[in-house]
């Protein structure tokens, strides 16, 4: 930083120190006004430190040309004397910045213009022949303009200045006579040059002037004193700057306003989301039945028409009929049962889909409704924010990579104190992806636990559906004999009894007998099970049993009736599927009484 920045200035503080925390602050609003960024500032302040020896925050006269290295001239004190605008003879800072941007900024035109002001005292525009001498004797610091020693001389500047020769030169002729003459001024652009070379530089300053010349224009009109024109800049300039500060603030006052607009916009868009699943929810529950479960319905209903079909009496003339009947029985049975093995792996998987989508949806939002549902969330927005933070910081800049350890906890699923302070001033688009991760992280638990619950019911479930069906197939070869049987039972209108009609071997039974379900054998009154295959009886054929009561109780106890009771609800866990009910009065349900031979 040079040897100025570690100089000792007020307050005891380093230069550079004081700059940062005390000028910089203190004055940047004017610095801004005349295009002064913080590093160009500094140079300026390092050269003023410099002339002020006392370290009084003023810079002297003589200090000013002293550090310049250029002459003290009445010229050049009248320059110094225009800056000083409370007039105790020293320059402030302030006004030194101001007053070396502005006559560093000011191109031929406007130096000239500075040095018709001084002696233009009744602001009328023009210099009688006296005042130019006057002026020629203040800019080159003589008593008489015949010390001026030439070329050119004394006397013939006074003559090219009053280039008609009528005894008076106004501002406009003036002015264009220095834009090819200007070394009537020498002195003038001289103080000009020493200033920029000593401040920034000559190419920056010439820089700054073209911009000035394109900006400024119109306050540097010739009709304006030197002093009325850097007054209106300054004044403009500070408007400007005032404009461009509430433009910044109304922007980040609308930036958040956005912010906070699109967070409750998100909300409320999320808001609907859940709304339209919770409704979703809702149509599929008055829509519960799958489309496998109504093909499982139709075949049940198809099968229940077959029972209605085959359970009636048949005389051995309708025997052909009833054998054909009696596969198209089982045949309806068995697809009714395929059509419900289908709906149950529909069921299964429409349940285990639902599961996980609209049942958590639902579940998680009435728990986040709760006191522990809230510090979940909480927990787990604290904990992903940390670690955004954390990595966020890690890679951020040097102040940012020295906290980001703040963040992070040494156990894995702790929270730290900078964590949950930071999270109570963030901003709420800075909360949203926690919220949405913490949300997120809670809803995956609950599928999981939902799936696992709707795998188990649903294992209970198909397991007890497989059963029904068994059961309901052991109740219908109960009741009507196997798919295969060779036994028919018949009815004889003239003894007005059913009897029982083996058509391949043309035998008949009167007395009902136990007819194996497994491999259609006669089974022997006493005997406890099929010796043709080792079978026992059937619950049916339990109630023919003539041998020990325990075998007729077992009967009883599983269905006293002996047949099926399908209650007409579905056995998939949807509802719907066949139904296969006793009917009272039937004749498989009566007592068979020899007929008369």
Known sequence: MGGGASKRYQHGMPAYEFWDKVSWPEHKDILSVIRLEKAQGWLVFKAFVEMDLGATGEVTVQQFHTYLGVPQTKFSERIFGILDLNGNG??????????????????????????????????????????????????????????????????????????????????????????????????????????????????????????????????????????????AILEKKKIELAESKEEAAALAKQARQDEDQEYMNRKTQLHRERQNRRKKKIEAIKKDTTKEEKDEQAAAADFMAAVSTFDRDFTFDELGEKVELRRELFNAFDKANTMAEIARTAREEYELRRAVNEDAEALVDEFLGTGDGQMRLKYEMALHFGKMRFTKFTDGNKFQAAIAPLYKSKEEETVTMVTSISLVFAQRGEIAPSREFARGKILEEFKEKRREEVEQTLKEKMAESKAKYQEAFDDLVGQFGGPKTVWEKLWDPSSQQHYWHNHESNTTKWEEPAICHNCDALIDPFDVRCFNCNQDRSKHNCTLYQGDSKLIRKADDEDEEGVAEWDGTSTTTGGGGASFASRAGTPASRAVTPAPR
């Open 90 to 231: 020293m320059l402030d800072f302030r006004e030194f910045c101001v007053g070396v941007w502005n006559y560093c900024t000011y191109d031929v035109r406007l130096v000239t213009k500075l040095a018709f002001d001084i002696f233009d005292v009744d602001r009328k525009g023009r210099l009688d022949i006296y005042e130019c001498d006057a002026l020629l004797r203040m800019v080159y610091d003589v008593d008489d303009v015949n010390e001026i020693e030439g070329p050119p001389d004394g006397q013939q500047l006074l003559k090219d200045i009053d280039i008609n020769g009528d005894g008076d030169v106004t501002i406009d002729e003036f002015s264009d006579l220095m834009e090819t003459h200007q070394y009537i001024l020498a002195p003038a652009f001289d103080l000009q040059r020493a200033l920029r070379q000593r401040m920034l530089g000559v190419k920056y300053w010439e820089g700054e002037t073209r911009v000035r010349k394109v900006i400024f224009a119109e306050d540097d009109a010739l009709q304006y004193s030197s002093w009325e024109s850097i007054a």
